[in-house]
């Protein structure tokens, strides 16, 4: 079995005890060596590899909560606010006011055969003063067929008269994630998984298991390569048969350029059934395919409403938000899950809800102590101190939205949070400071895929607009990188395999054109990803 080595300006390890190197030896997909080359002889002869001499390599970045969705959801119409990019790198101009929101799905509906659903994805109503998108404005601007229109969090949805009608839904006021008009009447905002699974039943498919699709996650993998993404997680999969054959086919791909980490979706399952069926999915895990993980989902969103808030609740006064599951349900999803062996990812971004699954995590070890359970709370919006100093006794991960102080920092100063608690929105130096297991992600497609942006986010805390947000909460940019690596990989439990460059572990990398640790910390978003590397295997962008 042959020796490569590839040599760079700069190589950064992620290990403690050799932080840095400029040459990295490969042998059978695995790192052999780390160090100057002239210390790598004695590994026996090799091939020099110099294609990235003037690059800086660092481990292949590790998104630890985004969703395979990400490479199925733009076969339908974007309409979020923020100009994003789709996977074929066309630019999709955000939408700006209401008007030009319904412009765009008229234009999109003109272009469908007769009858069929208008789909459409992004919309986010926060950035429109006192605009819901109700079916009245979505029947203004297309009346004739089914339109259904996910908003930015994935926790909300609208749709027009038409898709009420087909779904039944318009018969059933009253039932919780049903929202109500001023008459009474269902007004066609569902919020939560609940009441849209009436929705997804009318249009004979489900958005969130369209990523049971060999084209889609092929997409997936396309979009995290591009974004220097060695190991992905999909963190809400409902693993059905068809979900599964398509992950092994697409991990076994010799050219697949990413290691997938499907987590199950509790909620799909009752818990025995869902237990039976993890623990027989391990016997599929390969060196790309790992399973292992369930996905818990309880609150909703802040910019949403529809996450579960302590006192004093929302800043603007809007009414608390909205459990998943009734919260004892939940928290027997701990339990059982927990007795199991199993590994826990819990979907937390309101203080209420991470104390429920805190209380839950708790109870579960007291009744059955587990040293190493690696439970990791995601999201984490808002947590408060004294919820972190718990979350470190009990031995809690953390997975924080980084994204979220640009994309919505601005909306949770204004509205949701207030001055003082809009400090404490993903609260990331101090989870450090308490040795909380800490990772950083981008759930996209709620936001774009991009390692480099969500520590750019981490680093310097800006909103959209430009305001500072925290500023004590800030992480240097060794320690926003180790979150995108290492850090992350912890909280997978795969950092034996992945997350720094050491002997034994698989040979991934990313390639940068610039030194994160040379450019201005503002700067860190914008370095060019030149490649990855997957065992050895070169995939350049």
């Given amino acids: 079995m042959s020796i490569r080595i590839f040599s760079a300006r700069r190589i950064v390890t992620m290990d403690p005890s050799l932080p840095e190197a400029t040459h ?19 590994l026996g002869d090799y091939e020099l590899d110099e294609r990235f001499a003037d690059k800086v390599i660092l481990p292949g970045f590790v998104e630890g909560h985004s969703h395979a969705l990400e490479g199925a959801i733009w076969k339908y119409l974007y309409l979020g606010y923020f100009p994003r990019t789709d996977p074929t790198g066309r630019l999709w101009e955000g939408v700006k006011s209401l008007a030009q929101m319904q412009q765009r799905l008229r234009q999109a509906a003109a272009a469908l055969p007769a009858g069929e659903p208008l789909v459409a994805w992004g919309f986010d109503p926060v950035y429109f003063d006192g605009v819901r998108l109700d079916k009245r404005a979505l029947d203004e601007a297309v009346g004739e067929r089914p339109v259904v229109v996910f908003h930015a969090s994935l926790h909300v949805l609208s749709v027009n008269s038409t ?71 999909d963190l809400y999969n409902p693993l059905t048969d068809p979900g599964i054959a398509a992950l092994r086919e697409v991990a076994a791909a010799d050219d697949y350029p990413v290691r997938l980490v499907p987590a199950m979706s509790a909620l799909a399952w009752p818990a025995e059934q869902g237990i039976a069926r993890l623990q027989a999915c391990s016997e599929w895990s390969t060196e790309r395919l790992h399973f292992g993980l369930v996905k818990l989902m309880t609150d909703g969103s802040i910019q949403g409403y529809t996450a579960r808030m302590k006192w004093p609740g929302y800043h603007d006064g809007h009414p608390n938000g909205m459990w998943n ?187 940068l054109d610039e030194d994160p640790f040379e450019v201005a910390p503002d700067r860190l978003r914008a370095i060019r990803i030149a490649a990855t590397v997957l065992g050895g295997r070169v995939h350049e962008n």
Avoid at 180 to 186: E, I
Wanted: charge should be negative; charged fraction near 20%; proline fraction near 4%.
């Fill in 325 to 511: 599951a009734p919260p004892e349900a939940l928290q027997q999803f701990v339990l059982d899950y927990h007795q199991a062996g199993l590994q826990l990812h819990i979907h937390t971004n309101g203080d209420e809800a991470v104390d429920l699954m805190l209380d839950a995590i708790e109870e579960a070890l007291t009744l059955w102590p587990r040293p190493d359970h690696r439970h990791t709370l995601q999201h984490c919006q808002f947590i408060s101190q004294a919820q972190l100093r718990r979350a470190a006794k009990l031995g809690v991960c953390l997975n924080m939205f980084a994204n979220h102080i640009y994309y919505w920092g601005d909306i949770h100063r204004e509205r949701t949070l207030g001055y003082a608690r809009s400090r404490r929105l993903e609260p990331l130096a101090s989870a450090l400071r308490l040795g909380i297991p800490t990772a950083i992600h981008s759930d996209a497609p709620v936001t774009p895929l991009g390692p480099l942006f969500t520590a750019w986010c981490a680093v310097e805390r800006r909103t959209a607009s430009g305001a500072e947000l925290g500023t004590h909460e800030r992480l240097s940019v060794a320690q926003a990188l180790h979150t995108i690596t290492l850090g992350a990989a912890y909280t997978l439990r795969l950092d034996h395999l992945v997350g720094s460059l050491e002997v034994g572990k698989y040979a991934d990398m990313v390639v």
């Fill in 163 to 233: 898709m009420l009608r087909l779904s039944g839904l318009d018969r059933h006021a009253g039932v919780e994630g049903i929202m109500l008009g001023a008459d009474g009447c269902p007004n066609g905002e569902l919020q939560e998984m609940a009441a849209m699974h009436g929705i997804f039943e009318a249009l004979g498919r489900n958005l969130f298991e369209e990523v049971s699709s060999v084209d889609a996650l092929r997409a997936y993998g396309a979009v995290a390569r591009r974004a220097g993404v060695t190991t992905i997680t």
């Fill in 24 to 42: 990295v030896a490969v042998r059978g997909g695995k790192v052999l060596g780390v160090g100057p080359l002239e210390e790598l002889h004695d």
